[in-house]
């Protein structure tokens, strides 16, 4: 294996014997040795399923891949393996280096041992030394933060509690790849940013695996991601294209049998040609941001019921060019679409994300139409308007997306979904700090005599 590769997974498979009744299951446990005392053949009680199916991927050292996929599509099983706490039916996997991982709740501490105990038993198992972790204890325990539940059994803590510790672990033993399932998702607010924290510190130096339901993390600390389904990998590439292909299965799962989705267009701009606003020198305070409507080659989909068929923003203020905004001033978005069948209560909204698909801010129109709903009968145009002070943005290429459905909070359906309507491009930007600036009125330093 190349040196430059963390983790190899080649054809990897896990088989599971499963029964369709408890009866089976003892009837394979017992009639087998009757059989063979018989002489007969032997015969199946159960089947067989794969729960992973001929996976194969690479994972470069310092990457951080995200892994997404529906329950039961094998990521656990799959993480599993890569930990090796589990082993592969069929195929192979390398690592190199210490391989720490924080999976589903339950497994990796003893229930009946004390969180030292298990401190003690888990960091060894992952390699360090008596002397090591005794070092280390005390940061461990501060890192955990359960106070003196660590002289507790496990069986008594929270999922939380428990979260906190497993982690804590994790965190202090000089782990080359880091391998986070949804387990995080337990912790609370504090505790969950304390371990972002780690992990974007661990990013430099490490390789992570991060599996996760929430799109919206595995963009955020991934750069890649690969789609489990049924136990194959659907897919795999940037966190920002599997993270939308994947939004756009789900939705089709969710709208399946009241529309027909079909993807539009291919893809418009892609992580390449987006530059990385971080390198961008900041040269002076005011923001350039040039608008390009992309509409014809936006990607999405549609049901082909009701299309989006314009996107402008806007100046409200005379005597702006049209298409070049600094951040502060007063815009206006306007989103025209029209109707192929009659709509309801047709709800319009927009969203901007930034190179990473990190939602930045957005609004749609159904918290001020839900009481008074307009109908739109079929073949009409209709507009969704939204009047704002348009943010001040690091720099960087920004994606507008923007959407038409009809329903309400709890029922509606996805219409016409473009991911890049509009691209924005900020240059010279001076916010430096956060996703989105604000207009600071007055900063200041000043001595105040006691
Ligand atoms: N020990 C087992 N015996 C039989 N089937 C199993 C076993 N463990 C897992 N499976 C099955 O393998 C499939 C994949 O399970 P896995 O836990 O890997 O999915 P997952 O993607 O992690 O799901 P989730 O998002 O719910 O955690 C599921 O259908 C599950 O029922």
Redesign the pocket.
């Known amino acids: 294996m190349s040196s430059e590769i963390a983790i190899k997974v080649e054809g990897l498979g896990?088989c599971?014997?499963?029964y369709d009744n408890p009866h089976d299951r003892l009837k394979q446990f017992v009639f087998p040795s009757l059989r063979r005392l018989l002489g007969k053949p032997p015969k199946e009680y159960g089947r067989e399923?794969l729960?992973?199916n001929d996976v194969s991927f690479q994972v470069k050292k310092g990457e951080a891949v995200g892994i997404i996929?529906?329950?039961?599509?094998?990521?656990?099983?799959?993480?599993?393996m890569i930990c090796g706490t589990l082993t592969p039916s069929s195929g192979s996997i390398q690592t190199t280096g210490r391989v720490a991982a924080l999976l589903?709740l339950g497994s990796g501490f003893n229930p009946e041992f004390t969180g030292r105990e298990n401190v003690y038993m888990n960091a060894s198992i992952l390699g360090l030394s008596k002397a090591e972790i005794d070092a280390r204890f005390d940061e461990i325990v501060a890192f955990a933060d359960i106070g003196n539940f660590i002289e507790q059994p496990v069986k008594t803590y929270s999922s939380g509690m428990y979260v906190r510790l497993a982690f804590a672990v994790i965190a202090h033993v000089d782990a080359d790849i880091l391998v986070v399932?949804?387990a995080l998702s337990v912790g609370d607010a504090v505790f969950t940013q304390k371990c972002m924290r780690f992990i974007r510190g661990f990013q430099g130096k490490g390789t992570l695996i991060f599996?996760s339901?929430d799109i919206a993390s595995v963009q955020n600390i991934c750069k890649s991601a690969i789609w489990?389904k049924n136990?194959k990998v659907e897919r795999l590439g940037t966190a920002k294209a599997i993270s939308e292909a994947y939004l756009q299965y789900t939705l089709q799962e969710i709208y399946g049998e009241e529309a027909t989705l079909t993807s539009i267009a291919p893809v418009a701009i892609d992580d390449q040609s987006m530059p990385d606003s971080s390198v961008e020198p900041v040269i002076d305070y005011g923001a350039v941001a040039s608008v390009t409507d992309n509409i014809q080659a936006a990607k999405g989909w549609t049901t082909a019921q009701a299309e989006i068929v314009s996107v402008v923003l806007s100046h409200l203020s005379a005597g702006k060019t049209a298409c070049v905004f600094e951040g502060g001033e007063r815009v206006r978005m306007s989103i025209r679409a029209k109707t192929h069948i009659a709509l309801k209560n047709p709800i319009v909204g927009f969203l901007v994300r930034d190179r990473l698909g990190q939602d930045l801010f957005g609004e749609n129109t159904l918290p001020f139409t839900e009481y008074t709903p307009t109908a739109v009968g079929a073949g009409m145009i209709f507009e969704g308007v939204f009047d704002f002070k348009l943010p001040m943005l690091p720099n960087g290429l920004y994606a507008v997306m923007v959407s038409i459905a009809d329903g309400d909070a709890h029922d509606n359906v996805q219409h016409h979904w473009m991911h890049d309507a509009l691209i924005i491009n900020i240059s010279s930007s001076k916010i430096r700090y956060g996703l989105v600036g604000i207009p600071f009125e007055r900063v200041a330093l000043e001595v105040i005599n006691e």
């Open positions: 896990k599971y014997q499963i399923f729960a992973v996929g529906r329950n039961g599509s094998g990521k656990s099983t799959l993480l599993q589903e399932d949804e599996v339901h489990m136990g």
